[in-house]
C-alpha cells in the first residue's frame, strides 16, 4: 500500500540517514517504525481493557480458597 504523510524535515533526514545507515529501504524503515508502534499500542489497550473489567470485581479471596493456599503454601516445598 503507498501513502503519502509529512514530517519535518530533520526527521525526514533523521531516518533516511538510519535507513542508509541499517541498510534497508525508506519504506521498510517507515513500515518497521510503524509496526513496532502499533504492537507497543495494542498492549496497552488490552491493559486499559482488562483494568476496566477487573475494577468492578472484588480483590479480596475467599476465605476458603485463602485458607486452600495457606495449606497447600506450607506444605510445598521451596
Do not use: C
Amino acid at each position: 500500500m503507498k501513502t503519502a504523510i509529512s514530517i519535518p524535515d530533520d526527521l525526514f533526514d533523521s531516518a533516511d540517514a538510519l535507513a542508509d545507515r541499517l541498510g534497508l529501504s525508506r519504506s521498510a524503515l517507515y513500515a518497521d517504525a510503524v509496526a513496532e508502534f502499533v504492537a507497543k499500542h495494542q498492549g496497552t489497550h488490552i491493559t486499559d481493557q482488562l483494568n476496566t473489567l477487573y475494577a468492578t470485581e472484588p480483590s479480596r479471596l475467599d476465605r476458603h480458597i485463602k485458607r486452600a493456599q495457606a495449606k497447600a503454601a506450607q506444605s510445598a516445598r521451596w
